[in-house]
């Protein structure tokens, strides 16, 4: 193992930070979503707003020495694409400050789907190129205030669902029919203003930045050659493509000739193409919580190859889900970081991997959660697996809102955390904080440098 080994957390603002009217912060298209029966409004979250130094002496006590982080667009920029909010901005750096403090590198991320509310009122969001030329003058500005102390980013969270019908609720999208000419030209103007930031983070520092993309594996529903084919071409577009991009500078042959002979209008220019091709990437980045299977008999005739999941997934019936359905497969792990290391070469780092369960704290005794133990050793294994048998390069292992934090729907009863926070969705309680069983065990894993996965 390397000598430098990361061991943290990673987490969202708009699902941990609060203080959603504090600040100079401006609205998010988060912060007008009416609470549900199971779900929260985004307006506290777990507070972190006010009260991140807790969280970080928890993370120093378990010995975590990267923490993954989100820099909320509209605390920062006013409406998205206005002045730039000072107050929000030193909100910040003591927040990495503090960090630092405690010997733990921070890791920026720029957008996690909490799209200004003015852009996506404004624009629709990434469908237009208004928002990303706001986008890159915000990353730009974020790199100027921090790059000099912070030395590990990312863009975009998860960038492969922008490829992915789901790219209209998560890309500022507030109008319109949702056409395929559209989510392309969402893919492709946030792929370019992913390497527009790459191309000013190397020119005007020494940090490092990579993509990201969630990579579930995605199995054959059987061997009949018509669902192996579906799976690859699933592959192919919505993971190898902006892999590829990544990597090499240019979008997956495949998906540059399909947009062709179907006549997508991806909104592409030559000027942007070259700006992809001149970026570079330090490390490939994913998140990773379960894996898939497709169907080709479920899938209808002419459908995109990017609706592929949506009509064609069916359930696993060799391994165990989670109550959200969520297939557990550690090998399926193992499998992906394979795939990109041994393609592209670059390191890889899994910066989002975890499980989601509705759990409960009767105000005294501790939870005894050892399904996540299982869940985190397993993966941890197979991650070790991967570097010690098959030679994959990789730079850490942070685990997704190790602290409980609001799911990405808002529901506050699927929790991933080694830590307890006392409040549901609809009632704040005390959020004290409270670790589980789990929080033992991963601190003596990170003590050991993951030599010790025992109980």
């Known amino acids: 193992m390397a000598q430098k ?71 920062v920029v006013k409406d ?57 003058r915000y990353g730009k500005k974020m790199i100027d205030c921090f790059a000099h102390k912070v030395k590990y980013w990312i863009t975009f969270n998860e960038q492969n669902l922008y490829s992915m019908p789901m790219a209209f609720r998560i890309a500022g999208y507030r109008h319109g029919d949702q056409t395929i000419d559209e989510l392309y030209q969402i893919t492709s103007n946030v792929m370019i203003s992913h390497a527009r930031i790459c191309n000013y983070l190397h020119e005007h520092s020494d940090a490092k930045i990579g993509g990201m993309i969630a990579y579930s594996e995605v199995y054959p529903a059987t061997c009949r050659p ?29 998906w540059l000739h399909y947009i062709k002979v179907k006549g997508i209008d991806a909104g592409l220019t030559e000027e942007e193409l070259a700006d992809l091709a001149a970026h570079k990437e330090d490390y490939l ?14 899938i209808e005739p002419g459908a995109y ?69 299982e869940y985190h050793r397993n993966h941890i294994k197979a991650m070790f697996d991967a570097m010690h048998e098959d030679g994959v390069e990789i730079l850490g292992y942070l685990g997704w809102g190790l602290i409980d934090i609001l799911s990405s729907q808002g529901d506050m009863r699927k929790r991933y955390g080694v830590v307890f926070v006392n409040r549901t969705n609809h009632d704040l309680r005390d959020m004290k904080r409270v670790p589980k069983k789990s929080y033992h ?13 025992s109980d």
């Open 5 to 75: 080994f990361f061991w943290g957390n990673s987490v969202s603002s708009m699902q941990t930070e609060g203080g959603w009217n504090e600040g100079g912060k401006s609205l998010s298209v988060y912060d007008i979503v009416e609470p549900g029966e199971n779900r929260s409004d985004w307006h506290f979250a777990n507070d972190n707003y006010h009260h991140y130094t807790e969280d970080f002496d928890l993370m120093k006590d378990l010995g975590m020495n990267m923490y993954r982080f989100q820099i909320s667009w509209s605390r």
């Open 80 to 136: 998205g694409d206005g002045e730039f909010n000072e107050e929000g901005i030193a909100y910040y750096d003591r927040f990495i400050d503090e960090l630092i403090a405690r010997d733990i590198t921070p890791m920026i991320c720029l957008y996690h789907f909490d799209m200004p509310l003015h852009l996506a009122e404004e624009y629709n969001g990434f469908v237009s190129k208004k928002t990303a030329e706001a986008f890159v």
């Open 226 to 254: 018509e669902d192996i084919l579906a799976a690859r071409k699933w592959d192919e577009f919505i993971n190898f493509n902006l892999l590829d991009a990544f990597a090499k500078g240019h979008f997956s042959h495949e």
């Open 285 to 298: 980045c994913f998140s990773y919580y379960a894996s898939n299977t497709i169907n080709s008999l479920k």
């Open 305 to 373: 190859v990017n609706e592929y999941l949506v009509q064609g997934a069916q359930n696993n019936p060799y391994i165990k889900a989670t109550e959200w359905n969520w297939q557990i497969d550690p090998l399926g792990f193992r499998d992906v970081m394979n795939k990109m290391y041994q393609r592209y070469g670059l390191p890889v780092f899994p910066i989002e991997n975890g499980i989601g369960v509705q759990e409960e704290w009767d105000g005294v005794h501790e939870i005894e959660d050892d399904y996540r133990i």
């Open 441 to 453: 065990w991963l601190k003596k894993v990170i003590a050991s440098n993951g030599q010790d996965l």
